[in-house]
């Protein structure tokens, strides 16, 4: 390629990932100043305001602005992001963009939905209830749970439960990143997380910590990760398999990271994230990086994929 592509990256946004999310466009704006590409560096406060390259602008500026460039990169994880809300906007702009569309991105944002298609593509997810504020106080609580927002992400508001006296606190705690909270059975067995990108499967990763892989062990440092996990081919194949399915059941595009849950009765689905973290460091980076691919490159694989989209 000889002319630089310009591409805009956007980061932050309102929500509980605002600063995984612009640590996660810095880092993806920083790798693509060294390759082909002039970048637009575009930020949304926690409060809703845009910002270009810091300064202050309206929406409709901010649109104007994506406009001018050959692609988007919406690095905003969570709701008002990842949900399909930025994919909307540029479909509206028309503008092309890196990851899945509206309706994939909505859907796999809501856990809650998304165990309903994966049950019915035959994979299984963990035992749960669906519990509003109102149902909230009928829920009677019988053996170990964990407690979660149906659509907030970056494990913010996940609470495992133990004892009947521990679920108020944990409910509370999710309500108030959601109107819907999910409670699930609480799985025993193998955290491991694969991604897909288009026919692409990465080696899977395993999530060695135990116990709840919540945001201060995600965010904090002391998450242990063993890419490639360890498994036999059959269990492997089944895994890509079950991952695919999801991938391509959701109608998602770019990449997507797929958690599982290896158990005694096989896979579980845990969820999907359209828009992962994206760091250098991040698990989908280093799952592909697994599998011999750089972190410049899967940008260019991306930016490459959505360019080509008619």
Known sequence: MNARIRVAVIGGGQNCEHEVSLSSAA???????TGPYEVVPLTITRDGLWLDEGRPVGLAAAVARLQTCQVVLPIV?????????????????GVRYVGSGVRAGAIAMDKWTTKLIANAMGIATAPGVLLTRSSAAGYAWTHPVVVKPVAAGSSRG????????????????AFAYDDRVLVEDLLVGREIDI????????????????????YETKYGGGAKFVVPAPLEDGDRKALEDAAQTM???????????VDFFRTDAGWVLNEVNTMP???????????????GLTYAELLDLLIADALAVP
């Open 195 to 214: 991604a897909v990108l288009g026919s692409r499967v990465s080696p899977p990763l395993e999530i060695a910590n135990g116990g709840v892989f919540d």
């Open 277 to 291: 973290g994206f760091t250098e460091h991040s698990q989908v980076p280093r799952l592909f990086a697994a599998a």
């Open 77 to 93: 994880h969570g709701p008002r992001g990842e949900d399909g809300t930025l994919a909307a906007l540029c479909e509206l702009a």
């Open 158 to 173: 996940v609470a495992l439960v133990r004892e009947a006296g521990e679920l108020a606190r944990a409910l509370e705690e």
């Open 27 to 33: 880092s993806v704006a920083s790798t693509l100043r």
């Open 247 to 257: 991938y391509t059941a959701l109608d998602c595009r770019g990449v997507a990271r």
